[in-house]
């Protein structure tokens, strides 16, 4: 029982083109969204967040958009470059509970100079 | 900043020994998580920590896995009796208390590999 999805594996870019990463949530108690990034051999490491209270969170490159009559968000990465090439895991919490994500499979992005 | 530490990075036992891991937090940071990530999955809730106590526990975390965090600093995760299934990476987190915008901050996990 997945309730954050990120339905594809894998997605591949060519450097400054956007890339779009996208997570989709089942439990409606979710009211705060994170995106990490993870290198191999290294732990995941935080990218930007959004509360359910915004539908936009803009942190230079990245963006990350909240839709949540959809229980979907998605991250944006403009423009694409190689050192982006990771794994992308979206989390979400439930702020009512007790503060601890629950995190997507991951997308690995590939970005091609 | 100096991060939140794991050790060992890499542990290769026998299946039925017993192994233990430790994490030390960022300093500040008063809760401590521990996750466990398998090939293609994303990390996977086992337990976590407010200070000493230990306030909510996975139900992956079965009987044989035990977590502690004495003096509400550093922790140690502990598994008996190992089993292949038990083979991941076992990262540790940090954050400071129920701040609504505090993110996990990670370490960089240790593999463990049960042969």
């Known amino acids: 029982d997945q309730q954050v999805k990120q339905n594809s594996p894998s997605l591949s870019v060519q450097e400054g083109r956007i890339s779009i990463l996208n997570c989709d949530y089942t439990n409606s108690m979710f009211d705060y969204f994170l995106w990490y990034k993870k290198y191999p051999a290294e732990g995941p490491t935080f990218l930007i967040s959004i509360s359910s209270i915004k539908d936009k969170n803009e942190d230079g490159r990245f963006t990350v958009f909240l839709n949540k009559s959809a229980k979907h968000l998605s991250l944006h990465i403009v423009p694409s470059q190689p050192g982006d090439s990771a794994v992308y895991f979206c989390a979400a919490r439930d702020s009512g509970g007790s503060y601890i994500p629950t995190f997507g499979r991951g997308t690995s992005l590939i970005v091609h100079p | 900043d100096t991060g939140v530490s794991q050790d060992p990075r890499h542990k290769i036992t026998k299946r039925g020994q017993n192994v233990t891991f430790r994490c030390d937090p960022i300093?500040?940071?008063?809760?401590l998580y521990w996750y466990r990530q398998t090939l293609g999955q994303g990390p996977e809730f086992l337990t976590y920590?407010?200070?000493?106590?230990?306030?909510?526990k996975s139900r992956l975390l079965s009987n044989r896995f035990s977590a502690e965090r004495p003096k509400g600093s550093f922790s140690t995760l502990e598994i008996q009796r190992t089993e292949q299934g038990d083979s991941a990476m076992y990262l540790c987190a940090s954050s400071l208390e129920a701040a609504y915008n505090s993110p996990l901050h990670f370490g960089n996990g240790t593999r463990l590999t049960v042969t």
């Open positions: 920590f407010q200070n000493e106590a230990q306030l909510e």
């Open positions: 300093s500040e940071h008063n809760r």
